[in-house]
């Protein structure tokens, strides 16, 4: 058993259904025994209850809960910057010539090692991870995660029409390479499996109940949702039939509680009212949304009618792996939006780089927040001597505005420490 003595913030309840103040929790120490948090309060209160347990001290910072990350490409690590295109441009210049290269094994273990310690350098301990169109690539990435003990979803990426031919497979070789990779890995450890057609205009009907059926082994899914006009477009010329993009997804079965859906940039009300209903989740990725020209995310109108969204950095479309980065530019979204927009406090950025990504992908009975009974999942944010960061944190007022002072200005260099089931896996050591 360790307590760790640190100022320990987190936002065990939503901003977005109350006053924001009162979903942030902050407290003084953990005890934490096995990964798990068994204890919270003040440090004298552990330690006259815990006399003989050693301290961790984590002074300077605070102490939050691991991030969630709820849309991120690995195949993409090495292909983040590609600027001045639209979406389905970009894809053809920038992102899927460097996905074609995961055709070769080796390759894809180097990028999956890339990508995954740059997770965890950036704090992040779980991630919904969109992933390789190449079963042998998928491998080698859920092997690296779980020795690392991330908390992992990701799945075979599928597609069978308008790609590049060799990103392209057939219905029932999707199937039986999909079906193989969820015998071998769903639920072993924190690794789970997702169904991830790339996206609808890329899968054929047939191709969609191809992972219809693999949904019927409990796994979940995800994929893109009204990213972009010209994408959105193309869609409704490719199913004349259907009613809006949702709906090329709906049809088949694909939109449920276990369905998570990135970008949703440009929905009409229809949508938001069934992803409601279903219980479905968007993962916002505004750095993409920018970088891309996609458009302003409709915060507002998705949160009145009642759909879960929850943050994705989108590498490499966007702009790197560090969630607070994105949380930031989702307030700058908001801002730009004007009385259209939602205005988010440092509250609801935290909510939403953390328990919010939890909740969207189910794992929050075990992560998001750092309450007794959840994992040990944690990153320490210290920034490094007279850094712009550590100034302002020193002349913070109270704690919601030290998290102010943080979404503003950390960078990856300030993540001090990282834990995985109480495993540290990155820091903590003195500066
Ligand atoms: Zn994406």
């Not at 991030?67 to 389905?88: N, S």
């Not at 009613?243 to 088949?252: A, G, P, V």
């Not at 750095?287 to 409709?298: D, H, V």
Request: proline share 6%; net charge negative; charged share 20%.
């Amino acid at each position: 058993m360790t307590i760790y003595a640190a100022h320990v913030v987190d936002t065990p309840g939503d901003p977005f259904t109350g006053d924001p103040a009162a979903a942030l929790a902050e407290d003084g120490a953990l005890l934490v025994r096995d990964g798990v948090i068994r204890a919270r309060g003040s440090l004298a209160a552990l330690r006259a209850a815990h006399p003989d347990e050693p301290v961790t001290r984590l002074d300077g910072g605070l102490l939050v809960p691991g991030f969630v990350d709820t849309h991120v490409h690995f195949p993409q690590i090495r292909a983040i910057g590609g600027m001045g295109l639209p979406l389905l441009d970009w894809l053809e210049r920038y992102a899927l010539p460097e996905e074609s290269k995961l055709a070769e094994q080796a390759y894809a273990r180097a990028v999956a090692a890339e990508f995954l310690d740059g997770l965890v350098a950036s704090g992040t301990t779980s991630a919904l991870v969109f992933g390789s169109h190449f079963a042998p690539a998928m491998d080698e990435l859920f092997a690296a995660a779980g020795q690392r003990g991330l908390n992992i979803t990701s799945g075979l990426v599928l597609s069978d029409r308008e790609l590049r031919p060799d990103l392209l497979t057939s219905p029932e070789t999707a199937l039986a390479e999909s079906a193989d990779l969820i015998l071998r890995w769903h639920d072993r450890g924190r690794l789970r499996y997702a169904v991830t057609p790339r996206f609808s205009l890329s899968t054929s009907d047939e191709m969609l109940d191809a992972c219809a059926q693999l949904l019927g082994k409990d796994v979940w899914f995800t994929s893109h949702l009204n990213e972009n006009l010209a994408e959105i477009a193309t869609v409704t010329r490719l199913f004349p039939g259907s009613q809006h993009y949702l709906d090329t997804y709906c049809k088949h079965g694909l939109v449920t509680a276990r369905s998570v859906f990135a970008h949703n940039v440009h929905p009409d009300d229809a949508e938001l009212t069934l992803l409601a209903e279903h219980g479905a989740s968007i993962a916002h990725c505004p750095s993409s949304n920018g970088a891309l020209g996609s458009g302003l995310f409709p915060l507002r109108r998705h949160v009145e009618h009642g759909v879960r969204v929850a943050l994705g950095t989108d590498v490499g479309a966007g702009s790197g792996p560090f969630l607070p980065k994105e949380a930031l530019q989702a307030y700058f979204m908001q801002q730009l939006l004007g009385p259209a927009g939602l205005s988010l406090t440092p509250v609801h950025l935290l909510y939403l780089a953390t328990r919010a990504g939890a909740r969207a992908i189910g794992l929050e009975d075990r992560v998001g927040d750092l309450a007794v009974g959840k994992d040990f999942d944690a990153v320490w944010l210290r920034p490094t001597g007279n850094s712009t960061l550590a100034v302002n944190l020193r002349h913070a007022r109270d704690t919601t505005d030290a998290l102010a002072r943080i979404f503003a200005l950390a960078t990856p260099a300030d993540v001090a420490g990282v834990w995985l089931r109480g495993d540290a896996v990155a820091g903590p050591g003195p500066r």
